[in-house]
């Protein structure tokens, strides 16, 4: 249904139906709340338009009464098409077509609670600079739950890394940002008290 907030498909391929643009007159309705995200950290988009898969930066973001949601995406410009093919247009909220990946801060990755899963921190107070052996996760095993801001996310492990300090895993987990699901590049420190596989559950 168009605004809907159900959590979705964002660990899977692809998008599978068409983003509903709104209407001239649906762009006036008066939203409850409208934000606008972080210049040059916008969450990057996978959003189905006239039958194909574009990519997108989500620039606004607009709750209506009634539950209802809306984005304003900034569609590039398709390949071997026109530059006008890109603009900017509000769509309906639609998790079978439209998939985000965040680039910034989650707000339950701010106030971490006991029993978190503990991410790897970069830099020269962070882990070790010695090159990690790096393992590719493949299979059922690679589906996961994570603890974030005590709940259990879902998660796709991409790699294990072997550091001095102990394994980490490279993940795209799923996390709810006022109710709609985004994806998080994140790497983790393996612990299986704050990371179990999906299917163990």
Known sequence: MSGSRRAGGPLCDPPSRDAVALTPAEQDLAPLTERAYPARREPAVRVQVAGRERRAAALRRRDYPGGRTAFLLGLWPARQEPAAEGGRLWFWADEHAMWFTA???????????????????????????????????????????????????????????????????????????????MTYPRTYWWDPAAIRTAHDC
């Open 103 to 181: 680039l910034h801060e989650h707000p339950a990755e701010a106030q971490p609670v006991p029993g978190d899963v503990r991410p790897v921190r970069y830099g020269p107070d962070g882990f070790s600079t010695t090159p990690p052996a790096l393992t590719r996760c493949t299979g059922p095993g690679a589906r996961l739950l994570i603890r974030v801001g005590g709940r259990w996310n879902p998660a796709h492990a991409l790699l294990r890394a072997r550091f001095r300090e102990g394994d980490a895993l490279a993940v795209r987990i799923v996390l709810t940002e006022d109710g709609w699901p």
